[in-house]
């Protein structure tokens, strides 16, 4: 399974590039949602799941969300926020876009697996 992990944060692409790679991922990453289309747009098969910022330059990340939701292609790809947006709106707006998790930073690494359980991308119960 491949995951995208789109975060204009180095550090924070490392730290989630470090979960999902435990978890049985293989990781591509973008730091912003226009570097992250043009990904997709050169890989033979997008990625299962997409772990998203919000606040990014060029395109954030409620702007790659209806991007990627407006293509049929991309249509199968699971959609996770992962952003310091916590306002209820802003949680609203993502998932009405197309987002299908949604988790506040700072988080932890089980808060990540349990989302990615309950989307039913890896085993329940995989870290403990």
Request: net charge negative.
């Amino acid at each position: 399974m491949h995951a995208m992990v789109i975060d204009d944060s180095r550090a924070m692409r490392l730290i989630l590039r470090r979960i999902v790679t435990q978890l049985g991922f293989e990781v591509h990453e973008a730091g912003n949602g226009r570097e992250a289309l043009e990904l997709l747009e050169k890989m033979d098969e997008p990625p299962t799941v997409a772990l998203i910022d919000w606040n990014m330059p060029e395109m954030n990340g409620l702007e790659f969300v209806t991007a990627v939701r407006s293509q049929e292609r991309y249509r199968q790809i699971t959609l996770m926020m992962v952003t310091t947006e916590s306002e209820h709106g802003q949680i609203v707006r993502a998932l009405a876009a197309g987002a299908h998790e949604y988790v506040i930073k700072p988080f932890t690494p089980e808060a990540i697996t349990e989302k990615l359980a309950l989307l039913g991308l890896v085993p329940s119960g995989t870290m403990s």
